[in-house]
């Protein structure tokens, strides 16, 4: 059974950095793509960024891109998202994810394993 859960979130002023991180857990993962989402209530899940399990591709939003970085470190099964110059629209929950296959997608219903996800808020 695959498990993800995510740890790193919390409140920060504008400007300020978080890092959050996923463990993943229940298989061998050598095929499968990793992703982070976010969300706000009424909204959609949001792409934030993804990266295959060995580390290829690794692929952020226009969003975000510039101050967040997604990485990984496959010996330990971890999944960081780095967020930097944090803005208070980057408030909500984030999410972990996974996919079978190695191809980067942005597409949140592709995604097979969902963590129960993280809360970050900005002020201003």
């Known amino acids: 059974q695959v498990q993800l859960v995510e740890s790193g979130g919390g409140l920060v002023q504008a400007g300020g950095s978080l890092t959050l991180s996923c463990a993943a857990s229940g298989r061998s993962f050598s095929s499968y793509t990793m992703g982070w989402f976010r969300q706000v209530p009424g909204k959609e899940r949001e792409f934030v960024a993804a990266?295959?399990?060995?580390?290829?591709?690794?692929n952020t939003a226009s969003s975000v891109k510039g101050r967040f970085t997604i990485s990984i470190d496959n010996a330990k099964n971890l999944l960081y998202l780095q967020m930097n110059s944090l803005k208070p629209e980057d408030t909500a929950v984030y999410y972990c994810?996974?996919?079978?296959?190695?191809?980067?997608?942005?597409?949140?219903?592709?995604?097979?394993?969902w963590g129960p996800g993280t809360q970050v808020t900005v002020s201003s």
């Open positions: 994810a996974m996919r079978r296959g190695p191809y980067i997608n942005s597409l949140a219903r592709t995604y097979d394993y």
């Open positions: 990266i295959s399990w060995t580390g290829d591709n690794p």
